[in-house]
T-cell receptor
Framework: NAGVTQTPKFQVLKTGQSMTLQCAQD?????MSWYRQDPGMGLRLIHY???????DQGEVPNGYNVSRSTTEDFPLRLLSAAPSQTSVYFC??????????FGSGTQLSVL | GESVGLHLPTLSVQEGDNSIINCAYS??????FIWYKQESGKGPQFIID?????DKRQGQRVTVLLNKTVKHLSLQIAATQPGDSAVYFC???????????FGSGTQLTVLP
């Protein structure tokens, strides 16, 4: 049972490049979400999904897109990377309103 | 929205002592509360939760206390060990919100 798997673990982008952070879970959870974590700060919600085909914006959605075509996968797309998007990104899933299971994170640097 | 604050951003304790980490929240509709532990370089991990119909819940070496009157909860760790060194977050839920709010966390350092 792998839980929540995020790829890649590390990524360096140049300003203006686009990329997709992958997230997959094998627990059949309906709820999935993406957070970013900046130094000295808590986790801030980017986007979330309550089921396949349903997504919604969180606290800091600008510059990011998501889609949820299957229960298992919830990719996060950076449309045109900016230095302000340098951060650590975490994907999480849960069943209902219960505890979140987090992936191990993706450390992204935008130069 | 939810405003989550932590009374102490850092906490240092001697190995073997008890630790108390505090968390204040502002939304009186919050009815479910979770504590997470985040070790360096890893994602947050569930520690313990408590629902608003309780004021205390115990786990293995951890106890969470909830005071709804003053919108405050605390995490107590008994006999703190080096492996307890991490950042601890509280996350309140309210029935109408799918979003979780996290505070900036408390960095717990266990001294030998």
């Amino acid at each position: 049972n792998a839980g929540v798997t995020q790829t890649p673990k590390f990524q360096v982008l140049k300003t203006g490049q686009s990329m997709t952070l992958q997230c997959a879970q094998d627990m059949n959870h309906e709820y999935m979400s993406w957070y970013r974590q900046d130094p000295g700060m808590g986790l801030r919600l980017i986007h979330y999904s309550v089921g396949a085909g349903i997504t919604d914006q969180g606290e800091v959605p600008n510059g990011y897109n998501v889609s949820r075509s299957t229960t298992e996968d919830f990719p996060l797309r950076l449309l045109s990377a900016a230095p302000s998007q340098t951060s650590v990104y975490f994907c999480a899933s849960s069943q209902g309103r219960e505890k979140l299971f987090f992936g191990s994170g993706t450390q992204l640097s935008v130069l | 929205g939810e405003s989550v604050g932590l009374h102490l951003p850092t906490l240092s304790v001697q190995e073997g002592d008890n630790s108390i980490i505090n968390c204040a929240y502002s939304n009186s509709a919050s009815d479910y509360f979770i504590w997470y532990k985040q070790e360096s370089g890893k994602g947050p991990q569930f520690i313990i939760d408590i629902r608003s119909n309780m004021d205390k819940r115990q786990g293995q070496r951890v106890t969470v206390l909830l005071n709804k009157t003053v919108k405050h909860l605390s995490l107590q760790i008994a006999a703190t060990q080096p492996g307890d060194s991490a950042v601890y977050f509280c996350a309140p839920h309210s029935g109408s919100a799918r979003q979780l709010t996290f505070g900036s966390g408390t960095q717990l350092t266990v001294l030998p």
